[in-house]
């Protein structure tokens, strides 16, 4: 059997620092490439205020889970957000189920019985 080379394995530019490091390929994004890119990603921009330690707690989070603090905001709101949808979706449906119900029950002279 012929015998394979091994390839040497080279780190991505882009995730070692080679590319994207440099300042003489920095610069400010035009406004209407910006706006095209948050519409595409269905991004909005938003100002909040939270305090300076909570900032500081989400960094360090961010930094252990080695990603920015912004992305890891948004994906903590994202999950609290999913979650209590969840919850509220359960809670009208548990309502809706209750008051359905209770109106075949009140019908007079239907008997149905109900589960």
Same mark, same amino acid.
């Given at each position: 059997m012929a015998q394979r080379k091994k390839r040497k394995t080279r780190s991505?530019?882009? $995730?070692?620092?080679?590319?994207?490091? !440099? *300042?003489?390929?920095?610069?400010? @994004?035009? $406004?209407?490439?910006?706006?095209?890119? !948050? *519409?595409?990603?269905?991004?909005? @921009?938003?100002?909040i205020r939270l305090s300076?330690?909570?900032?500081?707690?989400?960094?360090?989070?961010?930094?252990?889970?080695g990603i920015g603090y912004q992305p890891l905001m948004r994906n903590v709101l994202s999950r609290f957000a999913r979650g209590e949808l969840i919850q509220v979706l359960r809670q009208q449906t548990e309502m809706a189920t209750l008051e359905n119900r209770n109106t075949l029950r009140s019908k007079p002279g239907r008997v149905r019985k109900v589960a």
């Amino acid at each position: 059997m012929a015998q394979r080379k091994k390839r040497k394995t080279r780190s991505d530019p882009w $995730e070692d620092g080679r590319l994207g490091a !440099d *300042e003489r390929f920095v610069a400010v @994004m035009p $406004e209407e490439e910006n706006a095209r890119v !948050d *519409e595409a990603m269905g991004l909005q @921009m938003i100002s909040i205020r939270l305090s300076k330690r909570l900032i500081d707690e989400l960094k360090v989070i961010a930094q252990h889970n080695g990603i920015g603090y912004q992305p890891l905001m948004r994906n903590v709101l994202s999950r609290f957000a999913r979650g209590e949808l969840i919850q509220v979706l359960r809670q009208q449906t548990e309502m809706a189920t209750l008051e359905n119900r209770n109106t075949l029950r009140s019908k007079p002279g239907r008997v149905r019985k109900v589960a």
